[in-house]
C-alpha cells in the first residue's frame, strides 16, 4: 500500500514537472497564470450570467463575450502580447457591462461593480499608467450612466423574487471575488519574485566571495612570481656586469657578455610590463618619488641600447638641453621603464636612418621624445596604438615580435607621474613620441656630493657587512660587489632571518646589514622588526638595505615600515647599489 502511495506521488510529481515546463513553454511571461485565470473567471462568470438572466439581449451579450474570451484566449496561447490581450478584453468587457447595465436601471444597477475589477486588473497585470487610464474611463461611464438616467431613465421591468436576489448576489459576489484574486495573486507572484531575486543575491554574494579569494590569490601568484622571475635576473644581470669588467682586454668575452646582456634586459622588460600590467589592473603601482641625477639616468637608458646599435647602420643620438633640471623628484625606475621602452620600439621598427632621444624643458616641466626614421604607423590605427596587448598591424606581431603591452605601460606609468603622452606618426616616414613630466629643479641632496667625489677604489676604510639571502647567487654577487668597492672589509651571510638574528644576539657586530624580504623561516620584515626591537644600541642603530624581487606596493610598505634605511628592488644596479651603501655608511659616521 506505502509502495502504491509511493510510486502515485512520484508519478503525480512528474507530470506536474511536465505540465509547469509545457506551460512555462506556451506561457513564458511571467505574469500568464494571473492572466488566464482572469480570462477563465471572466468566461465563468458571463456562462453563469448567461444562465441567470431573464432578458433575450443580456443572454446574447453574454454568450458573445464569453465567445470573445475564447478567442482572446487562443490568440493568448499562439504568442500575442499580454497587454495586447489584456486591453482587447477589457474593451470588450467594458461593451458588454454598458450593455448589460443599461438594460438593468442603468447606474442603479448592481454591474458597475464589475467596473471596478477593470481598475484593478489593469494596475495589476500592465501598469500603474495603465490602471490609472482605465480609473479614468469608468469614472467617465459612471458620470454618463448618472446624466442619462437622470434625464432620461431606463424604461425596464421590474425583476423579483429569486431572479432579483439571484441576479443581485452574482453581482456584488462575482466582483468582489474578482477583486480579491488579482492582488492576491500579484502578491504571490510578487512573493515568488522575491524569493528569487533573493536566491540570486545569495548566489551573487557566493561568487564575489569567490572572486575577491581569487583576486587575493591572483595577487599572491603575482607576486611570488615578481619574486621569482626578478631574483634570477638579478643574478644573471649583476653577473653579467662584473664579469664584464674583469674580461675588458678580450673582445670576444665582451660580445659574448653583451649579447647576454641584451637578451637579459629584453626579458627584464617583458617581466616588467606583464607584471606592472598586472598590478595596474589593481590599482597597486603607486609612483616612488626619489631625487635622482636626471641627465644620469636619461644617459643610462640612452646607453643600454648602443650594443644593439653598433650591428646596424642607424644613427643613435641623445641631445639634453643645457637649461633641463639637474637633479629632480619623480620615480626613477619607472622613467627609465619608460625611456626603455620607447626607444626599444623606436630601434625594432627602424631598419635606416636614425632614432633620437631629446629632453628639453617645455611648459614649466621636461619633454622627452623619442624621434625615429622607421616604418611609421597609419592615421586610422594610431587611435589604438596605447591598447592593451594590440598593434598596429597584425602582420607586426609575426614580423617583429612584442606582447603589445609596452607603449599600454608607458601611457599609464607617465600618467601615474603625472604627465602625458603623444604620438606624432606618418606611415613608412617614422613616428615621434613625446611624453611631458612635471619635473622642476631640485637641490643636490646633502650626501650626494661626498658619494660623487668619493670613488670606490680610494676608499681605504674597511668594514664589516652582514648579507641576508636565502639564494647563494644573490648573496655571492652582494659579497663581490662589497668587496670589489671596500677591499679588505668583512663579509658575514646568512641564508634565513633568525640566522641573522641569532648572530647578532651572540654579540657579531656589523656596520650594516643587507638583508632580503622573502626568505624561509624568517622573513626580512621580521628580522628587521627584532633588530630595531634590540636593546643593544649598536644592534637598533645599525644601517639596514633592503634588497628584494617583490613589487607589491603593500608588502614595500610593510618592509620599509619595519625600519628600514634604505631599499633597492632586485635586478639593481651595481653602481646603485654602491651608492645607496656609501651613503648610508657616511651617514651614520656623521651621527
Wanted: charge should be neutral; include cysteine.
Amino acid at each position: 500500500m506505502k509502495h502504491s502511495f509511493y510510486l502515485a506521488t512520484v508519478a503525480l510529481e512528474e507530470w506536474q514537472q511536465k505540465f509547469k515546463h509545457q506551460f512555462e513553454k506556451w506561457f513564458p511571461d511571467p505574469k500568464s497564470p494571473h492572466a488566464l485565470s482572469l480570462m477563465l473567471f471572466s468566461f465563468v462568470a458571463l456562462i453563469f450570467n448567461a444562465t441567470i438572466a431573464v432578458d433575450p439581449i443580456s443572454i446574447a451579450s453574454c454568450l458573445i463575450s464569453a465567445f470573445c474570451c475564447i478567442c482572446l484566449l487562443i490568440a493568448f496561447a499562439y504568442g500575442v502580447s499580454l497587454i495586447y490581450i489584456t486591453q482587447v478584453g477589457h474593451v470588450v468587457a467594458l461593451i458588454h457591462l454598458s450593455v448589460v447595465i443599461w438594460l438593468d436601471h442603468g447606474i442603479y444597477s448592481l454591474g458597475n461593480h464589475w467596473m471596478l475589477v477593470f481598475m484593478v486588473s489593469q494596475y495589476y497585470v500592465v501598469s500603474r499608467r495603465s490602471g490609472f487610464i482605465w480609473l479614468a474611463i469608468v469614472l467617465l461611464t459612471f458620470t454618463v450612466q448618472a446624466w442619462v438616467g437622470y434625464f432620461n431613465p431606463p424604461d425596464t421591468p421590474d425583476i423579483q423574487g429569486v431572479d432579483r436576489a439571484t441576479m443581485s448576489l452574482a453581482s456584488i459576489l462575482l466582483p468582489t471575488i474578482g477583486i480579491f484574486m488579482v492582488p492576491q495573486y500579484f502578491q504571490r507572484l510578487f512573493d515568488q519574485a522575491l524569493s528569487l531575486n533573493q536566491k540570486r543575491q545569495r548566489e551573487l554574494q557566493d561568487k564575489q566571495r569567490e572572486l575577491e579569494h581569487t583576486l587575493l590569490m591572483r595577487e599572491h601568484f603575482i607576486s611570488t612570481v615578481s619574486h621569482e622571475l626578478r631574483t634570477p635576473m638579478n643574478a644573471i644581470l649583476g653577473l653579467n656586469t662584473l664579469l664584464h669588467e674583469r674580461v675588458k682586454n678580450k673582445p670576444q668575452a665582451q660580445k659574448v657578455l653583451t649579447y647576454t646582456r641584451q637578451s637579459a634586459d629584453h626579458l627584464m622588460t617583458v617581466i616588467n610590463d606583464v607584471l606592472d600590467y598586472s598590478q595596474f589592473q589593481f590599482g597597486q603601482i603607486k609612483a616612488r618619488v626619489e631625487r635622482f641625477e636626471l641627465q644620469t639616468t636619461v644617459n643610462a637608458a640612452f646607453e643600454l641600447f648602443k650594443p644593439r646599435i653598433e650591428s646596424t647602420r642607424l644613427k643613435y643620438e641623445c641631445h639634453f638641453d643645457s637649461d633641463v633640471p639637474h637633479w629632480v623628484d619623480t620615480d626613477r625606475h619607472r622613467l627609465m621603464q619608460v625611456l626603455v621602452n620607447l626607444l626599444g620600439n623606436a630601434i625594432k621598427f627602424t631598419h635606416r636612418g636614425s632614432v633620437t632621444l631629446r629632453v628639453q624643458v617645455v611648459d614649466q616641466g621636461v619633454e622627452f621624445s623619442v624621434q625615429d626614421t622607421g616604418i611609421g604607423i597609419a592615421p586610422e590605427q594610431q587611435d589604438k596604438i596605447f591598447e592593451r596587448f594590440s598593434q598596429a598591424d597584425a602582420n607586426i606581431q609575426s614580423q617583429y615580435g612584442g606582447s603589445g603591452l609596452g607603449l599600454t605601460i608607458s601611457l599609464r606609468l607617465v600618467q601615474m607621474m603625472g604627465g602625458h603622452m603623444k604620438l606624432e606618426s606618418k606611415e613608412g616616414q617614422g613616428s615621434r613620441f613625446v611624453f611631458w613630466l612635471p619635473l622642476q629643479a631640485q637641490e643636490m641632496p646633502p650626501t650626494a656630493d661626498i658619494i660623487h667625489r668619493q670613488h670606490p677604489q680610494s676608499q681605504s676604510q674597511t668594514y664589516s657587512f652582514l648579507v641576508v639571502d636565502d639564494h647563494p647567487v644573490n648573496r655571492l654577487l652582494a659579497k663581490q660587489v662589497l668587496l670589489r668597492e671596500w677591499p679588505g672589509s668583512t663579509v658575514d651571510e646568512c641564508d634565513n632571518g633568525v640566522k641573522a638574528v641569532d648572530a647578532l644576539q651572540a654579540g657579531q657586530r656589523y656596520d650594516m646589514m643587507l638583508i632580503d624580504m622573502v626568505m624561509p623561516v624568517m622573513d626580512g620584515i621580521e628580522a628587521t622588526q627584532i633588530v630595531r626591537r634590540s636593546p643593544d644600541v649598536l644592534v637598533n642603530t645599525m644601517p639596514i638595505l633592503g634588497l628584494t624581487a617583490n613589487v607589491s606596493e603593500q608588502d614595500l610598505a610593510r618592509f620599509q615600515q619595519a625600519g628600514l634605511n634604505g631599499l633597492l628592488l632586485k635586478p639593481f644596479d651595481l653602481e646603485r647599489m654602491r651608492a645607496e651603501v656609501a651613503g648610508l655608511l657616511t651617514k651614520t659616521q656623521r651621527h
